[in-house]
């Protein structure tokens, strides 16, 4: 199973009776889960159910939920009774003091006013019906948004993978290093010892050669190694588990960046410290990626 991306884009449209809409969702990083929702005048009963079947299919992410809906409206003619009566009241007037013949009915009723197109309101029914079909639409578009989030996902389980791969080579490196064997170590510090005597002949040295062990034993990088080959291991087995594992993934990188540091610190050779900073520079692509997963 791959990790789940939280980036994405869906829509998904639909037509009911005389309605059609159009759903947008849109899903981009967030240390949550927000769920931002613009829904038109009318339509805030979709609220709850959008809401919950998010939450319910995603972790993380910033998600911002539109809906678009057009209305063909069916209407009716009405006759407007304040008008009609003043055109009649009007007609009877001219009809009494001139020869104009009386208004007939198609006379009166084409005055502008006295019909009027009315919108026929939905029933209840009907609106129940409408607000159903529209759910559908809206789970099949957070499916599609879902399937978008594990695509992206899929490519980003592989670039993940790979860098864990160059980190396992990089610490394998400095395990390798000649540095660290245990005949270099002897060596550096006896030369050390030596250049100390030679500066100051005062000093103790069988105090020295003490002192010198401490540091040598302080300055051994096979707990931070150890620690380094059990992080990758526990990223791996994050990333091929896959799902909402961003935030395992992050508290790893910060881990590994802390060993990588103490890495670089206790070194005592160029070549060592040269693969750890190549190591820290890998180990920030990844953290930057792993901003992404879920």
Not at 17 to 36: F, M, Q, T, Y
Not at 187 to 194: A, H, S
Request: hydrophobic share 40%; net charge negative.
């Amino acid at each position: 199973m791959a990790v789940s991306s939280m980036t994405g884009f869906a829509s998904a449209d639909g037509i009911y009776d005389n309605a059609s809409w159009l759903w947008e969702i849109r899903s981009v990083n967030g240390k949550g889960l927000d769920v931002r929702l613009r829904l038109p005048s009318g339509f805030e009963a979709l609220e709850s159910q959008v809401r919950a079947a998010s939450a319910k299919a995603l972790k993380r992410g910033n998600i911002q939920i539109s809906l678009n809906v057009k209305e063909q409206h069916s209407a009716e003619l009405v006759v407007n009774q304040a008008a009609l009566e003043q055109v009649m009241n009007i007609a009877s007037q001219l009809s009494e003091n001139t020869n104009i013949e009386k208004a007939s009915v198609d006379g009166i009723l084409n005055v502008r006013g006295v019909l009027e197109e009315r919108q026929v309101e939905r029933s209840q029914s009907d609106k129940d019906k409408l607000i159903a079909e529209m759910s559908v639409s809206f789970l099949e578009c957070l499916d599609a948004l879902v399937v978008a989030r594990q695509s992206e996902g899929a490519n980003l389980t592989s670039v993940l993978l790979d860098q864990m791969e160059q980190v396992a080579l990089k610490v394998g490196a400095i395990v390798a290093d000649p540095s660290r064997t245990q005949d270099a170590i002897r060596i550096r510090l006896k030369e050390q010892v030596r250049n100390l005597l030679e500066v100051n002949s005062d000093f103790d040295e069988d105090r020295l050669h003490t002192e010198a062990a401490i540091l040598a034993t302080k300055a051994d990088l096979q707990e931070e190694l150890d620690r380094l080959v059990t992080h990758i291991k526990a990223a791996k087995s994050l990333i091929k588990e896959g799902g909402a594992v961003g935030r395992r993934l992050d508290f790893l990188a910060q881990e590994f960046n802390r060993e990588c540091n103490t890495v670089c610190s206790k070194s005592n050779a160029g070549a060592v410290t040269t693969i750890g900073l190549d190591l820290k520079v890998i180990i920030d692509q990844f953290r930057e990626q792993i901003q992404n997963v879920e």
